[in-house]
């Protein structure tokens, strides 16, 4: 298996299509053909269905799929190391977060890391939870700091870094009277994130947990800022973390309200690939996170499997 034919076989899959995913790696269709049955006959086995409708994987091809984005990485890995050692090429992290948490809890520490440390190169890449844990997956960032959903996934560790507790807004002008329960806020508009995001997965978990249905959704925005926005303009109610909500509460556009059953919080993690050796610059990285963002001391910081 060479990383080329590992390339073009993960591409395959990313497409369902041939031709497109010949676009992408830079070969003749022919080519690409050439490589998948190259790699079909090392293995002994098939990895591809075809049919008119275009291409999927095997029980085989979804096994090997796991280990061939493990090896690109491990392989991207060692290329970069060596040349950082040598000299070569600086050191650079690709971070992958969430818009609040990147402005909110990264930016100054990342502002700090970068003064002390210039020959580091950083990049921030900001998506949904979903998109963050593909991104590990497919090593295109290097570590993530989201929301924990609690999920297992043996090749990554989770460090927890702090609990963000998430406060229930209305307007500032609404003069809506606190809900009394559950039960009542049930019936009132929620603007929300899409479903999938840990923000609205707390939020229908728990009229879940109270045997309640989740409460309708007036609209879904992806944007923590933009939610804010339409509650404060009259739309609905709104559940966020309470780091991004400080300033429209200052300025009134916003209210807060409590929260008529158990508080809710999300755990605020990061998250990185587990790997034997671990690169120099990114073991740095972890242990500055460790000691600037969180409240809880590196000795005592959870390690776990999570996903």
């Given amino acids: 298996m060479t990383p080329r034919q590992l390339k073009t076989f993960l591409a395959v899959i990313r497409h369902g299509n041939l031709t497109r995913a010949a676009v992408e790696v830079n070969l003749a269709q022919s080519s690409l053909s050439d490589h998948i049955q190259a790699l079909e006959e090392e293995m002994g086995v098939e990895l591809f269905l075809r049919s008119r409708q275009g291409v999927a994987p095997t029980p085989a091809g979804m096994a090997l799929k796991a280990y061939a984005e493990?090896?690109?990485?491990?392989?991207?890995?060692?290329?970069?190391?060596?040349?950082?050692?040598?000299?070569?090429?600086?050191?650079?992290i690709t971070l992958g977060t969430l818009e609040t948490i990147a402005a909110e809890r990264l930016a100054p520490w990342l502002s700090r890391l970068r003064r002390q440390n210039p020959d580091l190169g950083l990049k921030l890449k900001v998506g949904g939870s979903g998109e963050l844990h593909a991104k590990l997956q497919n090593g295109s960032v290097d570590i993530v700091f989201t929301f924990d959903r609690g999920q297992q996934d043996e090749r990554f560790v989770t460090r927890r870094i702090a609990s963000e507790p998430l406060v229930l807004i209305a307007a500032?002008?609404?003069?809506?009277?606190?809900?009394?329960s559950l039960a009542a806020l049930r019936t009132a508009p929620f603007i929300a994130t899409a479903a999938g995001c840990i923000y609205r997965?707390?939020?229908?978990?728990?009229?879940?947990?109270?045997?309640?249905?989740?409460?309708?959704?007036?609209?879904?925005?992806?944007?923590?800022?933009?939610?804010?926005?339409?509650?404060?303009s009259g739309a609905g109610y709104g559940l966020v973390p309470s780091l991004a909500v400080g300033p429209s509460i200052a300025r009134g556009d916003v209210v807060e309200l409590p929260w008529p059953g158990r508080a809710l919080?999300?755990?605020?993690?990061?998250?990185?690939?587990?790997?034997?050796?671990?690169?120099?610059?990114?073991?740095?990285?972890?242990?500055?996170?460790?000691?600037?963002?969180?409240?809880?001391?590196p000795a005592d910081a959870r390690l776990r499997h999570a996903g």
């Fill in 70 to 92: 493990e090896i690109l990485a491990l392989n991207d890995e060692a290329q970069t190391a060596a040349r950082v050692v040598a000299g070569i090429s600086e050191a650079s």
């Fill in 265 to 297: 919080a999300a755990s605020l993690v990061m998250m990185w690939r587990r790997r034997r050796v671990q690169p120099p610059h990114i073991a740095f990285l972890l242990q500055s996170a460790s000691e600037n963002l969180s409240p809880i001391r």
């Fill in 172 to 180: 500032g002008s609404s003069q809506i009277p606190p809900p009394e």
């Fill in 201 to 232: 997965h707390l939020l229908d978990t728990a009229f879940a947990e109270a045997d309640l249905a989740a409460p309708a959704v007036a609209a879904e925005a992806d944007s923590i800022a933009t939610i804010i926005r339409l509650v404060a």
